[in-house]
Antibody, heavy 124, light 108 residues
Framework: EVQLLESGGGLVQPGGSLRLSCAASGFTFSSYAMSWVRQAPGKGLEWVSA????????YYADSVKGRFTISRDNSKNTLYLQMNSLRAEDTAVYYC?????????????????WGRGTLVTVSS | DIQMTQSPSSLSASVGDRVTITCRASQGISNYLAWYQQKPGKVPKLLIYAASTLQSGVPSRFSGSGSGTDFTLTISSLQPEDVATYYCQKYNSAPPNTFGQGTKLEIK
């Protein structure tokens, strides 16, 4: 079955750190760019970060640049998001999502598969 | 960065109604636009990509149109199971790939 399963969320104090993981199965993980998208309670979707299939290219929203680091381990079919210097406004459900790749290898930066999400709460 | 603006922010319609949601990009994005549906308490689901291509398994009452800066998502005959928040997303270039702010659709 094609699926994504996030883990690692929880309660953390402001200024603290967390590492999220996303385990992929049912597809050739290394062939696809992957992304993190978050949703604050009662709010809309916010793209956070993305990484190419090889891991050689990474992208960040301005709101997390310098604090979050995206990475992947293709041997483990796992995507990561290291979150440092966390703020109250980082409180959200964090989804990992799979980007699209056509037969020529071109990446399309929308999402056809989403995980169920993991909740990160930043509070003292 | 390109901004995506949806209208309306919320919408109430009756079962069987034709419903239209609009998404406007602050700069031209050709047809690099996707629409997602997020039902209450659920994960977002891809409905449409390339502005008008229906994702596999999506009911044919959903359709998309537009190019450049102006796009629409149309539900031809609203069903109770269509209650959800709908988001547009541009993907004309490498990230950031901004979402619209969402349109909450309810049944009247």
């Amino acid at each position: 079955e094609v699926q994504l399963l996030e883990s690692g969320g929880g309660l953390v104090q402001p200024g603290g750190s967390l590492r999220l993981s996303c385990a992929a199965s049912g597809f050739t993980f290394s062939s696809y760019a992957m992304s993190w998208v978050r949703q604050a309670p009662g709010k809309g979707l916010e793209w956070v970060s993305a990484i190419s299939g090889s891991g050689g290219s990474t992208y960040y929203a301005d709101s997390v640049k310098g604090r979050f680091t995206i990475s992947r381990d293709n041997s483990k079919n796992t995507l990561y998001l290291q979150m440092n210097s966390l703020r109250a406004e980082d409180t959200a459900v964090y989804y990992c999502a799979k980007n699209i790749r056509d037969s020529s290898g071109w990446v399309y930066w929308y999402f056809d598969l989403w995980g169920r999400g993991t909740l990160v709460t930043v509070s003292s | 960065d390109i901004q995506m603006t949806q209208s309306p922010s919320s919408l109430s319609a009756s079962v069987g109604d034709r419903v239209t949601i609009t998404c406007r990009a602050s700069q031209g994005i050709s047809n690099y636009l996707a629409w997602y549906q997020q039902k209450p308490g659920k994960v977002p689901k891809l409905l449409i990509y390339a502005a008008s291509t229906l994702q596999s398994g999506v009911p044919s009452r959903f359709s998309g149109s537009g190019s450049g800066t102006d796009f629409t998502l149309t539900i031809s005959s609203l069903q109770p199971e269509d209650v959800a928040t709908y988001y547009c997303q541009k993907y004309n270039s490498a990230p950031p790939n901004t979402f619209g702010q969402g349109t909450k659709l309810e049944i009247k």
